[in-house]
């Protein structure tokens, strides 16, 4: 069983950052390929990238491609997406997630098996 707590969110005006944070509880974290989705209002959830379970690989959506990084850190059981050059289009309501059977690939949200609460990005033109 893993528990995930997202932060981070925020309004920011485009062009800025922000980096987002998920803290996952359990000694497992290391199992874990980790995500990152977001949903926009009335929008279905989208895949925005994803690490491997050491850290060493990333893999992300067209979308957001040179300006997100997904990092994390085993020893504090946390992932990290820093957003950089963020525009109006990036604007929902982030999830991190956890797929124990995921690979780096996995881009669909089916895939993982726990969820975090949500934290809302907002990014004014």
């Known amino acids: 069983q893993v528990q995930l707590v997202e932060s981070g969110g925020g309004l920011v005006q485009a062009g800025g950052s922000l980096r987002l944070s998920c803290v996952a509880s359990?000694?497992?974290?290391?199992?874990?390929?980790m995500g990152w989705f977001r949903q926009a209002p009335g929008k279905e959830r989208k895949f925005v990238a994803t690490?491997?379970?050491?850290?060493?690989?990333?893999y992300y959506a067209d979308s957001v491609k040179g300006r997100f990084t997904i990092s994390k850190d085993n020893a504090k059981n946390t992932v990290y997406l820093q957003m950089n050059s963020l525009k109006p289009e990036d604007t929902a309501v982030y999830y991190c997630?956890?797929?124990?059977?995921?690979?780096?690939?996995?881009?669909?949200?089916?895939?993982?098996?726990?969820w975090g609460q949500g934290t809302q990005v907002t990014v004014s033109s």
């Open positions: 359990g000694r497992t974290f290391s199992s874990y390929t």
């Open positions: 690490i491997s379970r050491s850290g060493g690989s990333t």
């Open positions: 997630a956890a797929a124990l059977y995921g690979s780096l690939y996995s881009s669909s949200w089916s895939e993982y098996d726990y």
